[in-house]
């Protein structure tokens, strides 16, 4: 037999034969094997199972931007994290309830776009806080319009900020950077990924004085974190406990720093007599002597001490050294 040759021509005979007079094996081979369907069509959902380094990220960025919020507000809100969650993109878009500011940034350097929707309860309060107000304002949903230029300006200041704390808190997983590509008002104009295609959701509720709360939810394509699937698994693997623990740790810390103290300081404590006392009236004068330095009390506890003065003509405490302790 010729080794360029498939089959011998005793072989071809045979089978030629067998063919001819229907003796041969019609009923096909492997024929007790179980098989498992699988459509093309759908997702890698390997992803879902190391969300968990999307969740470190997006704890990062809720405390960086607290503190961007800070300055723009002129006070601290409370800022809560929702989980992650995973749903098809045309029912995350029908799902958008309006008046809403929806963004798109491009990823860099992943394939893709990412959303950021906007309350814009943080949109008018912002504006509101910017030029002196008390942050007191608060959409409705009959009020549907387009936004000013100066909404619009507001909105790009904080978009500027949000991109800029996410690069911060994409650092120890890979270099991200955001670029401001459009807005829109109507979310059925947006399109970051495919009617069925999912998407990864992540939503951050704010807290702001007199009781207005706003929401604004980072959206990312699932397709686009495919590429960065073993870095975000070596994120999660890589020391899982610790990163639990710090996770832990860092929460309790921002609930501790949200804690309210009473500050105060006694200027003197003179001492009178009950006659003294029962002759108080009008217009009477009680001389005091004040000390070269004021304990300042957080709490009952002396912590600090402290020379007393005027500034900008209210009084003030000058904290010089912290109080040793008797």
């Known amino acids: 037999m010729n080794r360029n040759e498939l089959l ?3 072989e071809i005979d045979a089978l ?3 063919t001819g007079e229907g003796t041969g094996n019609i009923g096909g081979y492997n024929t007790d094997i179980s098989v498992e369907s699988y459509d093309l069509t759908l997702e890698d959902s390997t992803l879902t199972s190391q969300l ?5 990220v997006c704890d990062r960025f809720s405390r960086l931007f607290r503190t961007t919020l800070v300055g723009m507000l002129r006070y601290q809100p409370k800022i809560k994290v929702s989980e992650l969650r995973v749903e ?7 799902a958008i309830k309006l008046p809403v500011s929806i963004n798109i940034a491009r ?3 992943l394939r893709g776009n990412a959303l950021f929707v906007i309350d814009p309860n943080l949109i008018f309060n912002t504006l509101e806080s910017f030029f002196g107000g008390q942050g007191n304002t608060a959409s409705g949903s009959d009020n549907f319009r387009e936004f000013t230029p100066t909404e619009t300006r507001v909105i790009e200041m904080l978009l500027q900020d949000m991109f800029k704390d996410l690069v911060e ?3 120890p997983i890979c270099e991200i950077n955001f670029e401001y590509l459009s807005s829109e008002v109507n979310p059925q104009f947006v399109t970051i990924a495919e009617e069925h295609d999912p ?6 509720s704010i807290e702001m004085m007199n009781e207005v709360t706003a929401t604004v939810e980072v959206v990312y394509p699932f397709a686009t974190m495919k590429p960065i699937k073993d870095l975000l698994k070596k994120q999660v693997s890589g020391n899982s406990t610790d990163e639990r623990d710090m996770a832990w740790h860092q929460k309790l810390f921002d609930a501790i720093c949200d804690v309210d103290l009473e500050i105060r300081s006694n200027i003197a404590h003179p001492k009178i007599t009950l006659y003294e006392l029962v002759n108080f009236k009008e217009d009477l004068i009680i001389p005091i002597k004040v000390g070269d330095t004021l304990p300042l009390v957080i709490e009952g506890v002396p912590v600090f001490d402290g020379l007393y003065g005027t500034t900008n003509g209210h009084a003030a405490i ?3 050294k912290t109080h040793e302790q008797e």
């Open 199 to 204: 998407v990864i959701i992540k939503r951050f």
């Open 88 to 94: 098809a993109f045309g029912d995350y878009r029908n």
């Open 107 to 109: 990823l860099r350097p």
């Open 8 to 10: 011998s021509e005793e």
């Open 169 to 171: 808190s994409w650092k």
């Open 16 to 18: 030629v034969s067998n």
């Open 52 to 56: 968990g380094a999307l969740e470190m």
């Open 318 to 320: 000058k904290v010089l």
